[in-house]
């Protein structure tokens, strides 16, 4: 089992940054793929970015260029910059044994909210 925490989510103006973290625990060796989802109200969940043990990111085209994810180990970290009042969403910290974020994740947090006002 691993257990997934995250923090950072908030309330910003538009333009603004906020930086998400997220710390897994428990079995990390067997962990690949960390990533970030989002669900905003009435929509589907969906990935905003992942990243693998060796380093290769996923970005979903709606925040390339403004969004960065990085990884230390077991810490995955979203760097939201220019954000946008169609970024508020709940974020969700999400990790998987499989090599990409596409052959599912396996374990999930209970979500941190953002909001961005306009």
């Known amino acids: 089992q691993v257990q997934l925490v995250e923090s950072g989510g908030g309330l910003v103006q538009a333009g603004g940054s906020l930086r998400l973290s997220c710390t897994a625990s428990?079995?990390?060796?067997?962990?690949?793929?960390m990533g970030w989802y989002r669900q905003a109200p009435g929509k589907q969940r969906e990935l905003v970015a992942a990243?693998?043990?060796?380093?290769s990111r996923n970005y979903a085209d709606s925040v390339k260029g403004r969004f960065t994810i990085s990884r230390d180990n077991a810490t995955v970290y979203l760097q939201m910059n220019s954000l946008k009042a169609e970024d508020t969403a709940v974020y969700y910290c999400?990790?998987?044994?499989?090599?990409?974020?596409?052959?599912?994740?396996?374990?999930w947090g209970k979500g941190t909210l953002v909001t961005v006002s306009s």
């Open positions: 999400a990790c998987g044994r499989g090599p990409y974020y596409y052959y599912g994740m396996d374990y």
């Open positions: 428990g079995s990390i060796s067997s962990v690949n793929v």
């Open positions: 990243i693998t043990r060796r380093g």
